[in-house]
Nanobody, 133 residues
């Protein structure tokens, strides 16, 4: 049973920076596909970023160049560094773990994951990010 605990959300001004963390309890963290997702009120869940077991990363076009996903295998922690934040980035952010290989990168589908979360087995509770103008 993989448990995920997220932290680091908050309120910032546009152009600001936040670093989200997700601590995982699984015994095989380094083998997981790990991802970050977000959902704003009234909107569908959106895939944000993904990191494979070998460290390969993928990003939605909307955040590419601004967000960075990374992991510390020794500490079982997943990170999402968010720079140049925009009001449209405001959402509840979730981390997730998949026991199998990651989904193909969003460029395969034209820049976004059309079924965000597919292939993921465990989810965190979410952390709120609010960006004001």
């Amino acid at each position: 049973q993989v448990q995920l605990v997220e932290s680091g959300g908050g309120s910032v001004q546009a152009g600001g920076f936040l670093r989200l963390s997700c601590a995982a309890s699984g015994k095989a963290f380094s083998t997981y596909c790990m991802g970050w997702f977000r959902q704003a009120p009234g909107k569908e869940r959106e895939g944000v970023a993904e990191i494979d077991s070998d460290g390969t990363t993928s990003y939605a076009d909307s955040v590419k160049g601004r967000f960075t996903i990374s992991k510390d295998n020794a500490k079982n922690i997943l990170y999402l560094e968010m720079n140049s934040l925009k009001p449209e980035d405001s959402a509840m952010y979730y981390c997730a773990a998949g026991l199998n290989i990651c989904q193909p990168p969003p460029e395969t589908y034209g820049g976004i994951w059309h079924e965000p979360g597919a292939g993921y087995d465990y989810w965190g509770q979410g952390t709120q990010v609010t960006v004001s103008s």
